[in-house]
């Protein structure tokens, strides 16, 4: 089981836990949080004002857009690079994983449930009075589908460890010379 770092040696699970935390960070850069209308005159106002001001990537939005990718990002990357070693994988990293995957999703419906709170009292009435919606963007939806895809792989990390726990250890040559 302990094995140095190649890259034959990381398994699937492994992989695909860094592909959700790139998954997950390129999510931030695309749409969070879009306003829209369906009020033709109000629609020609929105489209004249500035595309920052009526789409929102991650880094503009809510603590709960930009937070939740980089626990999933920084979990990967561990995963992959010591995931292949004995005592961390005995450790806890596989469980480490699906808690911070846990975390992520958790923080990420924080954040759907307070989408409107990225606007402040005046903002969200004048919103109500002219029938903008404040909706969720393609990016939180990509990263939300990065997160579970991160938990039910560590999930299943979590029970490949298991499963490696119970097969005998194999016995050094040290060992078998006594």
Known sequence: MTQPFFVKSVTWRE???L???LLALGSTFLPWTTLSTNKPDIE???SQLPHDQVVRDAW???FFAWCPPLPLLLAGLVVVV???VRTVRVSGLPHLWLVVAAASVL????GWLTLDWEFDADQRGIFEAAGIAIGPGFGRFLGMFAALA???VAFLDVRAMRAEGK???KRSLRDKSR
């Open 19 to 21: 592909v959700a935390g």
């Open 150 to 152: 991160s938990g039910v």
């Open 167 to 169: 097969q005998p250890r």
């Open 44 to 46: 020609v106002i929105l």
């Open 82 to 84: 010591f995931g292949r």
């Open 15 to 17: 992989w695909l836990g």
């Open 107 to 110: 923080l990420m419906v924080i």
């Open 60 to 62: 503009d939005s809510s």
